[in-house]
Nanobody, 124 residues
Framework: QVQLVESGGGLVQAGGSLRLSCVASGRTLRTYAMAWFRQAPGKERTFVAAISWTGSSTYYADSVKGRFTISRDNAKNAVYLQMNSLKPEDTAVYYC?????????????????WGQGTQVTVSS
């Protein structure tokens, strides 16, 4: 019903920037909250950022606040994560997720659809 495809990951030096994209197919994302989660090898998947279905509210994990920005473009059926001042501990697979009429929950269990992930590696 909804397919999410992430892109924009790669290898970057500490202090650098990357912009991740999540593009949906199958139906419009206008009524879905969107979020980014990440998972490092051997660790649990953790919340990064979210935006409500209305686009009126955004939320960030403390570890990325002030460095990352989530945004959405409903005309393109896409969500973005601008990542600045990257640190080695930001290294992880980043996943895009969608929650129908969601308000931007940090809980992974609230989300209905998930992408396959895109690798972000930050070197020092």
């Amino acid at each position: 019903q909804v397919q999410l495809v992430e892109s924009g990951g790669g290898l970057v030096q500490a202090g650098g920037s990357l912009r991740l994209s999540c593009v949906a197919s199958g139906r419009t994302l206008r009524t879905y909250a969107m979020a980014w989660f990440r998972q490092a090898p051997g660790k649990e998947r953790t919340f990064v950022a979210a935006i409500s279905w209305t686009g009126s509210s955004t939320y960030y994990a403390d570890s990325v606040k002030g460095r990352f920005t989530i945004s959405r473009d409903n005309a393109k059926n896409a969500v973005y994560l601008q990542m600045n001042s990257l640190k080695p501990e930001d290294t992880a697979v980043y996943y895009c997720a969608a929650d129908l009429y969601g308000l931007g929950s940090p809980l992974a269990t609230e989300y209905d659809y998930w992408g396959q992930g895109t690798q972000v590696t930050v070197s020092s």
